[in-house]
């Protein structure tokens, strides 16, 4: 089963030109990780909604937060277990933040 671990962390902590900790790197590279992506700060998101059929773009993340979607990872896992280890040699890198661990929906991952 694949499962998207979403890495949640604070605006004074990203960094996004710095290397990878190796740590980290070395759990990325396994082959069950199938894609991973670090994104840039919460302030470079524009959020888009439809409302009474009108598109409305907001500079900025969907919700105010103290933390923010910061990268996702694409792992492959027996079960949420299998998922949630990995996950949590993630988070031992890490001083900081959260991982939220989602099935993806059979049939729904595009571009793998």
């Known amino acids: 089963m694949q499962y998207a ?9 990203l960094d996004g030109a710095r290397p ?19 994104l840039h700060a ?5 959020t888009v909604r439809v409302e009474e059929g009108r598109t409305l ?23 949420l277990d299998g998922a949630l280890e990995i996950a949590h040699q993630l988070q031992e890198t890490r001083t900081r933040g959260a991982i939220e661990v989602r099935p993806i929906l059979q049939g729904c991952l595009g571009g793998a």
């Open 5 to 13: 671990l979403l890495i949640y962390g604070s605006p004074d902590r």
């Open 57 to 79: 773009l907001t500079d900025g993340p969907f919700i105010d937060s103290k933390e923010f979607l910061a990268g996702v990872v694409l792992v492959e896992a027996d079960d």
């Open 20 to 38: 990878l900790d190796p740590t980290v790197a070395t759990v990325l590279a396994r082959p069950s990780v199938s894609g991973w992506a670090r």
């Open 42 to 46: 919460a302030a470079s998101a524009t």
